[in-house]
């Protein structure tokens, strides 16, 4: 069974950057799906960002385009979620997922098709 545990996160002002990483066992990178979501108060969880490492596309949302960059350390099993140019509105427990078995392209954003979840890391930007 696939595990995974986030780090990094917490308090940064508006306009600042942090890092967050997902450290994964249990399942082989090869073919496997990565994605980080999001859930804000009172909001539904959404997608942020997501890599395939099939054919190592990356893929993001809208909303963070040009802001967020994911990337993975295949030697360590780790996918990373750099974030900067935070905003107040990027406030959210974030949350990374794994679909070993690899994912279609429209589907790399959408949380039903991930198998497993790590418990998932508060970020806070202060305005």
């Known amino acids: 069974e696939a595990q995974l545990v986030e780090s990094g996160g917490g308090l940064v002002q508006a306009g600042g950057s942090t890092r967050l990483s997902c450290a994964a066992s249990?399942?082989?990178?090869?073919?496997?799906?990565i994605g980080w979501f999001r859930q804000a108060p009172g909001k539904e969880r959404e997608g942020v960002s997501a890599?395939?490492?099939?054919?190592?596309?990356?893929y993001y949302a809208d909303s963070v385009k040009g802001r967020f960059t994911i990337s993975s350390e295949y030697a360590k099993n780790t996918v990373s979620l750099q974030m900067n140019s935070l905003k107040p509105e990027d406030t959210a427990v974030y949350y990374c997922?794994?679909?070993?078995?690899?994912?279609?392209?429209?589907?790399?954003?959408?949380?039903?098709?991930?198998?497993?979840w790590g418990q998932g890391i508060q970020v806070t930007v202060s305005s």
């Open positions: 890599i395939n490492f099939a054919d190592g596309r990356t």
């Open positions: 249990g399942f082989s990178f090869e073919n496997a799906a």
């Open positions: 997922a794994v679909d070993p078995k690899g994912l279609l392209p429209s589907w790399m954003l959408e949380e039903t098709f991930y198998d497993d």
